[in-house]
């Protein structure tokens, strides 16, 4: 069942064609393991930019953001939800073009039923996830937190310091700083 759903996932991922996307093309599972095999994207990700220079230049990292933006509203409206969108996730080309990568915490997602079952289990990166991707009772995730996620990645870009993780947050409201405060 699970390999059913894996596979079922691999072929919604195959048909996303998008600017800001890398293209499936096959898929497959070996040793108890499964794989996506997708296009190869030469460039360094917002996370080693951001180690390398600290917060970043606003109206570039709004322009990513934007790019970001197109390929969450195309992938959303295909009913796909990423639930792992942080700075590592995020590949810039040398020639300024963002893409969104790593699709392995990937959900297809029913908005008529959205607990919907996924193959791909986890709980993302902990600065970066929404409080319901780690609520095992009545959590689910949907289209809001992929936005939940972006908005976290642009913190970190705009601050050059990562938020903190979402049980800081939970816990103790003012380990938040605001980006004012960087």
Do not use: C
């Not at 295909?78 to 700075?87: L, M, N, Q, T, Y």
Request: glycine share 6%; charged share 20%; aromatic share 10%.
């Amino acid at each position: 069942q699970m390999l059913q759903q894996f596979q079922r996932e691999a072929r919604i991922l195959a048909t996303l064609d998008h600017p800001n996307l890398p293209h499936v093309t096959d898929h497959f599972s070996k040793n108890d393991f499964a794989y996506l095999v997708m296009n190869y994207i030469e460039g360094r990700s917002l996370n080693e930019i951001v180690k390398k220079e600290g917060h970043l230049d606003e109206h570039q990292v709004l322009n990513w953001i934007d790019q970001i933006l197109s390929a969450l509203e195309y992938i959303h409206s295909h009913g796909v939800v990423h639930r792992d969108i942080k700075p590592a996730n995020i590949l810039i080309t040398p020639d300024g073009q963002a893409f969104l990568v790593d699709f392995g915490l990937v959900k297809i997602f029913d908005p008529v039923n959205p607990k919907t079952v996924t193959f791909m289990h986890g709980l993302g990166t902990a600065e970066y996830a929404p409080p319901e991707q780690y609520d095992a009772q009545q959590g689910h995730t949907d289209p809001r937190s992929d936005v939940y996620s972006l908005g976290a990645t642009l913190y970190h870009l705009l601050t050059g310091a990562a938020p903190p993780t979402v049980t800081q947050r939970m816990s103790d409201p003012e380990s938040f700083r605001e980006p004012r405060t960087f």
